[in-house]
Antibody, heavy 121, light 109 residues
């Protein structure tokens, strides 16, 4: 069974940094791209970025709203994908979901339960 | 404003067939498979359709299709437990980002 478990969320002040983790199990982690999607409570889904599998050379792409501030990395040996968030803004407050993606990453097929990040003074 | 356009709300009665739509352009819906995600209040999204492929465990009353730059999710034989928010998403190659629709709130009357 595919399992994705996010952790690392919490309350953080504007301008500070935070790192989210997503532990994957139940599938060949190396073979899949991993995506982060966020959702402001009560609002719609917003794509944050993707890190592709080694088959696609592990490339990354980011939404314009986070480019230059957020970085996605992965540790294939232990099945974890990270979202490094810096210079956080109040508008980054959201539930962050880790999502497995087939193909070059856009075929989102399995979601984690999410972790809440609150950016507030 | 979302890159993909979905109805804000759709309603139907138990047993009815309902179709949700997702309209984009040739750079996204017209070029890539579209995923559909179901989300109950206070829960994580779940993939209910990817292109025209039904994920394991999803009832076969769900089906997906696409015509040009509009994708559709059809629920044949609507059930009370289908009441949820539904989002569509795909890749946009000109923007090099994943795009989402604004979501459709499906109400079962």
């Amino acid at each position: 069974e595919v399992q994705l478990v996010e952790s690392g969320g919490g309350l953080v002040q504007p301008g500070r940094s935070l790192r989210l983790s997503c532990a994957a199990s139940g599938f060949g982690f190396n073979d899949y791209s991993m995506t982060w999607v966020r959702q402001v409570p009560g609002k719609g889904l917003e794509w944050v970025g993707v890190i592709r599998s080694n088959i696609f050379i592990g490339t990354t792409e980011y939404a314009a709203s986070v480019k230059g501030r957020f970085t996605i990395s992965r540790a294939d040996s232990i099945g974890i994908v990270y979202l490094h968030m810096s210079n956080l803004k109040t508008e980054d407050t959201a539930v962050y979901y880790c999502v497995r993606g087939g193909g070059d990453g856009y075929r989102l097929d399995s979601w984690g339960q999410g972790t809440l990040v609150t950016v507030s003074p | 404003q979302s890159a993909l356009t979905q109805e804000a709300s759709v309603s139907g009665t138990v047993g009815q067939k309902v179709t949700l739509s997702c309209t984009g352009n040739r750079d996204n819906v017209g070029s890539y498979a579209v995923g559909w995600f179901q989300q109950f209040s206070h829960g994580a999204p779940k993939t209910v359709m990817m292109g025209d492929s039904l994920p394991s465990g999803i009832p076969d009353r769900f089906s997906g299709s696409k015509s040009g730059t509009t994708a559709s999710l059809t629920i044949s034989g609507l059930q009370p437990e289908d009441e949820a928010d539904y989002y569509c998403s795909t890749w946009d190659y000109s923007l090099a980002v994943q795009v989402f629709g604004g979501g459709t709130k499906l109400t079962v009357l």
